[in-house]
Structures are given as structure tokens and as C-alpha cells.
């Protein structure tokens, strides 16, 4: 039995202008041997993005200008009033706790899913995985996002080491971290080992 599996999930707006038209992705990739698994999730996520740039007249060169590239995909063109509205009527402390991203689930995220793990069905009938780890992500800038992926990745290739599953070539020492390895990813962590 397969101790885990994949799945991108990703909301992104079909264009700035109207932000209540959406492109939704929910996509599960299985295998007997996982990285297999791997490759087909981060090579549907990369052909997500290759669309994306294309519909804009630009090519992939790498994950960052990716990701600025295709802003126009991860956020509003215009920002909700009504929290506008609301920050101008509170003093500064308290406009700190307002400030909220408004496009915190705009993206395409990879996660490495635990074949056991607990699932939830939400009012609108999607189904939420418990036991999931984030190991790749194209967003809108979230703080700190990149160190927890990189914990992430380390987690998902010590479940490699522990189910004895094969990396093919995609083991990579984690760069400022000793004797820490994980599984290659457009995110550059590290050098080829």
C-alpha cells in the first residue's frame, strides 16, 4: 500500500479584472513507486505555469520571475472597500490586526498527502486532507512561506529514507543545513549532491 500521495490543489484568478471568475485546480497523483507520483504532480504544475506565462507572452526561466510574472493571476486589481473603509476609522495599532492578505489562497501548491490521513468535506462538498505537507508553492508573496517548505521537504524525504522508496537523482544537500537532504524542487535550496 502507498504511504502517501500527492496533490496540487490552486485557485488562481482568470484575470485581475473580474475577481470572481476563478481557474480551480484539484488534481491527486498516485503511484506504487511515489516519486513517480512526484514527477507527474510537479510536471502538471509546471505545465500550469508554462500556460499561464504563455497567455501573457512570456517563458518560464525560473520560479521567482514566475511568480511576478503571473501576479495579475495571484491577485485583485482592485482591493476590497469595505476593509479599507474600516482601517481608516481605527487608530494604528489597531490597523495592524486589519491587515490581512487578501489573496492568502490565491496560488498553486503542491502537497505530499498521507494515504491514512483524516479527511474533512467542507459545506461546499471539497474534500480536505489533515495529515498534508506543503512542498511546493507558486503565491502571492506569504511571510515565510519558503522556511516551511523547506521543513516540508526535509519531512517528505526522511518518509523516502523510511519507507525505503527511490529518489531517483533528486536528493540535494539542503544548502546551510549539515547532513540535511531533500528532494529537488524549482526552489532552490541547495546544490546537486
Do not use: W
Not at 25 to 45: K, M, S
Request: charged letters at 35%.
Amino acid at each position: 500500500m502507498k504511504k502517501f500521495f500527492y496533490l496540487l490543489k490552486g485557485m488562481l484568478y482568470r484575470s485581475s479584472e473580474n475577481p470572481h471568475d476563478f481557474i480551480e485546480i484539484n488534481e491527486i497523483f498516485q503511484d506504487d513507486n511515489p516519486i513517480e507520483a512526484r514527477e507527474r504532480a510537479f510536471t502538471v504544475c509546471q505545465n500550469y505555469i508554462d500556460v499561464l506565462l504563455q497567455s501573457i507572452g512570456e517563458e518560464y526561466e525560473s520560479h521567482e520571475k514566475a511568480r511576478v510574472a503571473l501576479k495579475k493571476f495571484l491577485e485583485e486589481k482592485e482591493k476590497p472597500s469595505k476593509l479599507t473603509a474600516l482601517m481608516n476609522n481605527v487608530g494604528e495599532e489597531e490597523e495592524a490586526l486589519f491587515k490581512i492578505e487578501n489573496d492568502f489562497d490565491k496560488g498553486i501548491s503542491l502537497y505530499m498527502v498521507m494515504s491514512d490521513s483524516k479527511t474533512f468535506i467542507t459545506l461546499e462538498g471539497e474534500l480536505i486532507y489533515e495529515d498534508k505537507i506543503l512542498i511546493h508553492d507558486l503565491n502571492s508573496e506569504l511571510t515565510g512561506i519558503r522556511d516551511h517548505i523547506k521543513k516540508s521537504l526535509i519531512k517528505e524525504f526522511e518518509m523516502y529514507k523510511k519507507y525505503e522508496y527511490d529518489c531517483k537523482d533528486y536528493a540535494i544537500q539542503v544548502s546551510g543545513i549539515e547532513n540535511e537532504m531533500i528532494l529537488r524542487t524549482p526552489l532552490l535550496f541547495g546544490g546537486v549532491v
